[in-house]
Nanobody, 124 residues
Framework: QVQLVESGGGLVQAGGSLRLSCAAS????????MGWFRQAPRKEREFVAA????????YYADSVKARFIISRDNAKNMLYLQMNSLKPEDTGVYYC?????????????????WGRGTQVTVSS
């Protein structure tokens, strides 16, 4: 059974950094595209970043470009999101997701499995 478990969230001051991790199990995740999404209070879940199966291409929401970096370690079945220069508007629950395709995607409906999320809170 496919399982995704996020970790690394927490409380950080504006301008700080956090590194989120997503541990994947239950399938050969090195064959699949993966992504990060987030949901702020009282808002819909939105795309943050996505990466192809080999990690050779990635995509970012405009709001996080040049601040966040998505990466993966296929040998460890791990997905990461390095978040720098954090802003209060980055606050939310961050979810990792996997899609049964080698390519990345920005739409939630393109993803097949989701983790339960990890809370990120950025104070001003």
């Amino acid at each position: 059974q496919v399982q995704l478990v996020e970790s690394g969230g927490g409380l950080v001051q504006a301008g700080g950094s956090l590194r989120l991790s997503c541990a994947a199990s239950g399938d050969t995740f090195s064959n699949y595209g993966m992504g990060w999404f987030r949901q702020a209070p009282r808002k819909e879940r939105e795309f943050v970043a996505a990466i192809t199966w080999r990690g050779d291409d990635s995509y970012y929401a405009d709001s996080v470009k040049a601040r966040f970096i998505i990466s993966r370690d296929n040998a460890k079945n791990m997905l990461y999101l390095q978040m720098n220069s954090l802003k209060p508007e980055d606050t939310g629950v961050y979810y990792c997701a996997v899609r049964f395709s080698r390519y990345a995607a920005t739409r939630q409906n393109d993803y097949d499995y989701w983790g339960r999320g990890t809370q990120v809170t950025v104070s001003s």
